[in-house]
């Protein structure tokens, strides 16, 4: 947050977790104010004051999602055993993906990411384009410092991410973990 931004309000922070939980209910793309707000226990007036317009509500979401996701994310890469390399952190970041608890979230990411890029100056502009950056650092950390810069580290690093968001595709898709957590491990392993 800057300096010129002032505080959220207790009462904005409350209706933007309730707008939230809806969000990774119901998803965005036919977000009504109307229905939002009797959800919430709010009102369509009270969410315009507070957000400013139905996309600033939206940009305010997607960076509570962003946040939430990055939070998460840097919770497992740091959780997971002091193992260096990029193969031990993608592993880690594939069960946290696969965990069933996360679908409502990754959902919501794959929606705004979509979104992203067929409504680049709507709410969800740069989004996808932050996200592939935000998970490219993440895996970076995974790789040693003395390499982490080159253009062989970041092709990896992007491969896996290719990997990861794909099987995380097909498995919101079809919910079959088994099968691509099979994929998963298969191409990691001949990354290994």
């Not at 317009?53 to 840097?74: H, N, T, V």
């Not at 973990?177 to 099979?182: D, E, G, N, Q, V």
Request: aromatic fraction near 6%; avoid cysteine; charged fraction near 25%.
């Amino acid at each position: 947050m800057s300096r010129s931004e002032p505080t959220p309000s207790p009462r904005r922070q409350e209706l933007l977790e309730a707008a939230y939980a809806y969000a990774l209910r119901s998803g965005l793309g036919e977000l009504s104010l109307r229905p939002l707000a009797e959800e919430i226990h709010s009102s369509p007036r009270v969410l315009l004051y507070l957000f400013g317009s139905k996309d600033g509500l939206i940009r305010a979401l997607l960076a509570r999602a962003r946040a939430d996701e990055l939070a998460q994310m840097r919770q497992v890469a740091e959780s997971r055993e002091k193992a260096d390399g990029l193969q031990p952190i993608a592993l880690e970041l594939w069960r946290w993906l696969s965990d069933e608890t996360h679908r409502g979230l990754l959902t919501l990411w794959v929606e705004s990411y979509a979104r992203s890029l067929i409504e680049p100056d709507g709410p969800w502009a740069g989004f996808a384009r932050d996200t592939v950056s935000d998970w490219l650092t993440l895996l970076a950390s995974g790789q040693p410092a003395s390499r982490r810069d080159t253009e062989a580290a970041l092709t990896r690093r992007t491969l896996v991410l290719a990997v990861l968001r794909g099987a995380m595709l097909d498995l919101l898709a079809t919910g079959d973990t088994a099968r691509t957590t099979a994929a998963v491990h298969h191409q990691l392993a001949a990354l290994g």
